[in-house]
């Protein structure tokens, strides 16, 4: 094994998402994905404008990333990170556009709502990308999963703190999932995006019911007004 010298006092970060910590890593179990994503998450961060986008050409030609996608025996690094690259892609990380080119190429983008719209128009033939004429989009193939509570929090509220982690950790063994769900979309309805309204919400669920339906996210007693989540014991930490 060599040794790793170190990190300089100074030096240059490349941010990463959130939700990649809290939900993409623990999915992700081969070696030459990871090294990919993470290889794509700085590419299309040094990227300028929009949109940001890294072609298969480019990352074919980067010796460093084939270099570290060599295994001792297998497949060559080239197929390797064919291989990774479409992983990624049927995972959702990632967004791949096929180019009709002499010799085919890619962009890949990351999965976003607006990247997600801009190739739905390129399909559409509303929008041309400026690398070259689009023949598919490699949209993810895997199952959609539900957003875990942590996902929820981060997308609504904010960063995860340890203390939070316990509440959501204990919430999550409480309560279905759907309610969970539903619990984040009537707060943000209400523009109440912190983690006491939410449990708040749960918390007069599991006491007074859902409604009749057993499905609407509206109280079965009282009306529409927020103001009736802030009654009981965390009235004075909700109306702050």
């Known amino acids: 094994m060599k040794k790793f010298a170190g990190f300089p006092d100074r030096m240059q970060f490349t941010p990463l998402p959130n939700l ?3 939900s993409l890593l623990a999915q992700i179990d081969d070696l030459a994905e990871l090294k990919v994503t993470l290889h794509l998450f700085r590419a299309l961060y040094e990227q300028r404008g929009f949109p940001r986008l890294v ?8 010796r460093a990333l084939l270099s570290m996608l060599q295994p001792p025996v297998g497949e060559p690094p080239d197929q390797r990170l064919l291989s990774a690259l479409d992983r990624a892609c049927a995972r959702g990380t990632f967004l791949g556009a096929a180019l009709q080119e002499t010799s085919e190429d890619r962009c890949y983008f990351l999965n976003t709502a607006l990247n997600r719209e801009l190739l739905k ?3 559409r033939g509303e929008r041309t990308l400026a690398e070259g004429a689009v023949t598919r989009v490699e949209w993810a193939t895997l199952p959609e999963q539900r957003p875990t509570i942590y996902d929820l ?5 904010g960063l995860i703190t340890p203390l939070i982690a316990e509440e959501l950790q204990q919430a999550e063994e409480s309560y279905p999932p759907d309610w969970i769900e539903d619990a984040f979309r009537e707060a943000v ?4 995006r912190h983690w ?3 449990r708040r919400i749960l918390e007069n669920w ?11 996210r509206r109280h079965s007693k009282g009306s529409d007004s927020p103001s009736k989540y802030l009654e009981g014991k965390y009235s004075h930490l909700l109306q702050r």
């Open 121 to 123: 128009q390129v399909e």
């Open 189 to 192: 309805s209400y523009n109440k």
């Open 153 to 157: 929090y981060e997308q609504n509220v």
């Open 196 to 198: 006491r309204y939410v």
């Open 20 to 22: 990649f910590f809290s």
């Open 206 to 216: 599991a006491t007074n019911g859902r409604g009749e339906d057993g499905k609407g």
């Open 55 to 62: 072609r298969l050409s480019q990352l074919a030609a980067d």
